[in-house]
């Protein structure tokens, strides 16, 4: 049986720890001082026998509620065996009546009664545990503090049941009845009590010839006494055998059941490798049905195409539209500015801006004609005489240079006056000219003609823009109208057709989802047909039609594997009884049995009784003779003397007795079982001390005149008390491996070690290394340390404790 896994709840100062053993027999803990080692320790043989919390006749295993103060206290242990995955959970909370936990055992996940567990271990106790599977510092305390006697009985006397409490037992038995009685000495209660007794009954005798009667009747009550007491002894004997009978009467049921069972016992065709696959491809066809996706409805690629060309085609339209309006207004308003320019700029402008081009031209003829109405002109002189003048000043700039400037402005004027100067228009003409057109007839009509058409062309220019302009509004509300919009607005149209945008992309999302999801939907139904015809071959193999059945066929199983190991129980309990019941049990007979030990039970006990009141009888004539105060008082003291006379020496008799009956008791134990360890103790002694010890030479009985012995390397032998302590330990750790490993068959539970090596040196170190590595062959050890080297040496990965602020 090996410990898979441990976890633990609350326990000492561990909270929600597991622990996870490697494969194999040999697991190392690794931590310093306080890391837990201890506790893992405690835990371990805590959880498999009880907490014994407020008990300290526990040996090394304190109190270990959780600091933390969280409950439930306790955990789970996990254990391979052949028969499957034993799981043992033991919990205890505040107020909790038992000291020692609730107790779950499981068996593959299935509750099952705790015997059948503990049948499988014999049932035997913490305290043996403790004593033969655990190694610690106690140990080692427990071997150094005993004397070279008590080692050698310690040894000798290895792995019977409670031996070291037996011993101990032993010795106080001893010890008590030395105290009680000294065969030559005077100072012992037992002697005391027989000097006051002789003394008391001479003075009583003295009293005078009344207590010669009253000793006749103490001596019939005395033998009446004795015969009640024969009476009581031949009552519990009977007593005694009526209860053997009624626990042979239990077995009598037990095999009852055992039968019973037996006749529920069927073959079943299970395979458990092929139904776990059957499991799992249940399991992957599960999850791939899972996986199967709905594929939403169905989108046409080529509507979607032609609707997000036509998306497209509105984008691309609006930006068109949007780009000549804008283009528009910006020659609109460069237009606009170019007319104020001008109208600014060009005297009389504003006066006929309004004209048409046809008014324009009328105003110039009308204009021609006011022109040759004047009348005929002054005479005047021609501009060149004003160049003359000028030339003239020239010629004077090497005489007088002011005078020449001044000739030459004069000459300049001259002739600019003599080039402007025009012939005013008939009176009657020119006032009719201004009051038509409200203009100056004398005034140059050139300067405006080209300002003037210039206007007029911006104007027509400006026409035509907003022309176009209206055309492309209509035209955007054309496509708003497309759209389904009432508003012609450039952005609520871009919004409209961005919505159309991200509609036709969630459409195509959509499209390639769909053509995802049905890839991936056609996959899996691939995948599902070709595991589904390996889950249907498998329910073919094992002759079933579908996985309930199958299920029920695993649950079957179980139940033929937990009738089986219910069975194995109950044959483990019954024991050599089970062959003496097959063999032919008169159970008539064996109930006559019982009616005739009770008969003879209430015979002894009415016989009892009848004594008991003769007795009562004669104290009630004694009294007759205890007229005098004197006689009563010393009958009083007698009687006193002779009771504690009686409970000394039964003390005495019986302390004598029990350590005989233990000394006994551990002599059969060790003699039917020591000489079956001697061969694996000498292996183990030899792989212990590297070869230079190897043979235990076993005395016929213990004495100092026949130790205990080895023989050396040399061939020497040496008795156990010139044996080094070092050595005494490594003899003591080799005898209790080998009582172990004598046991696994019986008792397969894990050796634990926890720091029992930390006095041993390096070679030594090595040595047990060697032994642990060749016991994990068969048994399982986890060794607890806080050296690396050692915990290194023991497992390649150890379990390393890590504080948890």
């Not at 009546?97 to 593959?108: E, I, Q």
């Not at 000798?156 to 409490?165: C, D, I, P, W």
């Not at 060790?670 to 001697?678: I, W």
Request: charged share 25%.
């Amino acid at each position: 049986m090996r410990l898979k896994q441990i976890q633990i709840y609350n326990f000492g100062h561990f909270s929600q720890k597991t622990f996870d053993l490697p494969a194999g027999n040999l697991a190392a803990f690794f931590g310093g001082n306080e890391a837990g080692k201890s506790t893992t320790v405690a835990f371990i043989k805590q959880v498999l026998f009880g907490f014994n919390l407020k008990n300290t006749a526990s040996a090394f295993f304190e109190d270990y509620e959780p600091l933390t103060k969280s409950y439930p206290m306790g955990g789970k242990l996990v254990f391979e065996a052949p028969e499957g995955e034993y799981e043992l959970e033991r919990s205890w909370s505040k107020g909790d009546k038992s000291k020692t936990g609730s107790l779950k055992v499981s068996l593959d996940g299935r509750e099952v009664p705790a015997s059948v567990f503990y049948d499988q271990i014999q049932n035997i106790d913490g305290g043996f545990y403790a004593e033969s599977f655990i190694f610690n510092e106690d140990l080692l305390r427990q071997v150094s503090s005993l004397s070279e006697t008590e080692i050698l009985e310690n040894i000798y006397y290895l792995g019977a049941a409670q031996s070291s409490q037996l011993l101990a037992i032993r010795a106080d038995f001893d010890k008590e009845a030395r105290d009680l009685f000294k065969p030559s000495g005077k100072k012992a209660p037992v002697n005391q009590d027989l000097l006051k007794l002789a003394a008391q009954r001479d003075k009583v005798a003295a009293d005078g010839e009344e207590f010669d009667a009253y000793r006749q009747l103490e001596l019939r009550r005395l033998a009446a006494s004795r015969e009640a007491d024969k009476l009581e002894k031949d009552r519990q004997e009977i007593s005694g055998r009526l209860a053997a009978l009624t626990k042979q009467f239990e077995q009598v049921q037990n095999y009852q059941n055992y039968q019973q069972l037996k006749k529920q016992l069927r073959p079943v065709a299970f395979d458990s490798d092929l139904y776990q696959k059957a499991v799992d491809l249940n399991a992957q066809i599960k999850a791939l049905k899972a996986a199967v996706k709905e594929t939403g409805e169905a989108v046409d690629p080529e509507a979607l195409a032609k609707r997000k060309e036509q998306v497209r085609s509105w984008r691309q339209e609006l930006s068109q539209l949007q780009q000549s309006m804008d283009l528009l207004n910006q020659q609109i308003n460069q237009l606009k500015e170019k007319q104020a320019n001008l109208l600014e700029l060009t005297p009389h402008l504003d006066q006929v801006q309004k004209l048409t081009m046809d008014q324009f031209q009328q105003l110039e003829a009308d204009w021609e004609d006011c022109q040759k109405a004047a009348p005929a002109p002054q005479p005047a002189l021609p501009p060149y005489a004003g160049l003359i003048v000028a030339a003239c000043g020239l010629a004077l700039l090497a005489v007088n240079r002011i005078l020449a400037v001044l000739v030459i402005i004069a000459g300049l004027a001259l002739a600019a006056y003599s080039y402007f100067k025009k012939p005013a228009p008939g009176p009657d003409k020119a006032a009719a000219f201004k009051e038509k057109y409200g203009l100056d007839p004398a005034s140059r009509l050139d300067s405006l003609i080209s300002p003037y058409r210039d206007l007029a062309l911006s104007r027509k220019d400006q026409q035509a823009a907003q022309e176009q302009l209206a055309v492309k509004q209509e035209q955007l509300k054309e496509l708003a109208g497309r759209l389904g919009l009432q508003e012609a607005n450039p952005e609520t149209l871009a919004r409209r057709i961005s919505q159309e945008e991200e509609q036709t992309e969630r459409a195509a999302a959509a499209l390639r989802a769909y053509q995802e999801t049905s890839a991936a939907n056609l996959n899996y139904q691939k995948q599902i047909s070709a595991l589904t015809d390996q889950l249907l071959d498998i329910y073919r193999q094992a002759g079933v039609q579908n996985l309930a059945a199958y299920q029920d066929l695993a649950k079957q199983r179980q139940e033929q594997l937990a009738l089986k190991a219910q069975i194995t129980a109950l044959s483990n309990s019954l024991g050599d009884q089970l062959a003496v019941f097959e063999a032919g049990f008169d159970l008539d007979r064996f109930k006559q049995q019982g009616r005739q030990a009770q008969e003879q039970l209430a015979g002894k006990q009415a016989e009892l009784s009848a004594r008991r009141q003769e007795i009562a009888n004669v104290l009630a004539e004694e009294k007759r003779y205890a007229r005098s105060s004197q006689v009563a008082q010393d009958k009083q003291e007698l009687a006193e003397i002779a009771d504690n006379f009686r409970r000394d020496s039964q003390d005495y008799l019986a302390s004598l007795l029990a350590g005989e009956v233990i000394g006994r008791t551990l002599d059969l134990a060790s003699n039917d079982r020591f000489p079956k360890m001697l061969k694996l103790a000498q292996e183990y002694l030899s792989l212990l001390t590297g070869g230079r010890y190897g043979e235990i030479i076993l005395p016929a009985k213990i004495s100092k005149k026949t130790p205990l012995k080895v023989v050396r390397a040399d061939k020497k032998k040496i008795p156990l008390a010139y044996l080094s302590r070092g050595t005494q330990e490594q003899l003591y750790f080799a005898l209790k491996l080998a009582f172990v490993m004598q046991i696994k068959d019986k008792i397969d539970l894990p050796i634990l070690i926890d720091d029992s090596f930390v006095n041993f040196d390096g070679p030594r170190t090595g040595y047990i290394v060697n032994l642990l590595q060749k016991l994990s062959q068969d048994k399982q050890i986890l060794v607890f340390t806080a050296r690396a080297d050692l915990a290194e040496a023991v497992s390649l990965e150890p379990i390393r404790y890590t504080r948890e602020d």
